[in-house]
């Protein structure tokens, strides 16, 4: 792969949008390599593009395997291992909005249900206070239900979806 100017571009821009997400900037960058790369990479591959240690991309490919967003693969005739991203981007987007839901979303819900619980049954707690906890698990129990419900729709109805834009708000007011 050629690393030309906008492609360098992209994966240092993708690369300070992972910090940002929340992930570290190499296995972001990595990630916007594979994504753009035309064909399957070797680590050693990666590391010349980049300019990065072995040892981070090995790790930073892993942490990816693991997200479910790099798979290694193998060409015939030849021993070594290769790396690509998920290309569709809609599967792609799908596997991110599960994995943060899996570390974000899941844990807060069940930190929520646990303190309304809990809330509920202080007498010295104010009635705003639990009225705010209860709005915010409400929230997020809403939010994870919507999740579930998209997340089994077909893609090819999504983005129909998404091309309506505001017009759904209209049907949805009538």
Same mark, same amino acid.
């Given at each position: 792969? /050629?690393?030309?100017?906008?492609?360098?571009?992209? $994966?240092?821009?993708?690369? =300070?949008?992972?910090?940002?997400? #929340?992930?570290?900037?190499?296995?972001?960058?990595?990630?916007?390599?594979?994504?753009?790369?035309? /064909?399957?990479?070797?680590? +050693?591959?990666?590391?010349?593009?980049?300019?990065?240690? %072995?040892?981070? $991309? &090995?790790?930073? !490919?892993? =942490?990816?395997?693991?997200?479910?967003?790099?798979?290694?693969?193998?060409?015939? #005739?030849?021993?070594?291992?290769?790396?690509? &991203?998920?290309?569709? $981007?809609?599967?792609? @987007? %799908?596997?991110?909005?599960?994995?943060? /839901?899996?570390?974000?979303?899941?844990?807060?819900?069940?930190?929520? /249900?646990?303190?309304?619980?809990?809330?509920?049954?202080?007498? +010295?707690? +104010?009635?705003?206070?639990? =009225? %705010?906890?209860?709005?915010?698990?409400? @929230?997020?129990?809403?939010?994870?239900?919507?999740?579930?419900?998209? &997340?089994?729709?077909?893609?090819?109805?999504? *983005?129909?979806?998404?091309?309506?834009?505001?017009? !759904? *708000?209209?049907?949805?007011?009538?």
């Amino acid at each position: 792969m /050629k690393m030309t100017p906008a492609v360098e571009k992209y $994966v240092l821009h993708w690369g =300070e949008m992972g910090t940002r997400w #929340g992930t570290n900037r190499t296995v972001a960058q990595i990630h916007a390599l594979l994504y753009l790369s035309p /064909k399957p990479l070797r680590a +050693d591959e990666i590391v010349e593009l980049l300019s990065v240690a %072995r040892s981070n $991309v &090995s790790t930073s !490919i892993r =942490e990816l395997q693991s997200y479910g967003m790099v798979r290694m693969t193998h060409i015939l #005739g030849d021993r070594r291992d290769y790396f690509e &991203s998920i290309y569709d $981007v809609w599967e792609l @987007f %799908r596997v991110i909005i599960e994995q943060r /839901k899996q570390r974000e979303l899941n844990p807060t819900l069940t930190m929520l /249900k646990g303190c309304a619980a809990e809330v509920e049954a202080e007498d +010295d707690t +104010d009635p705003v206070t639990k =009225e %705010r906890i209860r709005n915010m698990l409400q @929230f997020v129990e809403s939010t994870s239900n919507w999740y579930e419900q998209i &997340s089994a729709i077909p893609t090819s109805t999504l *983005t129909k979806l998404m091309a309506l834009g505001t017009k !759904i *708000t209209k049907l949805v007011k009538k």
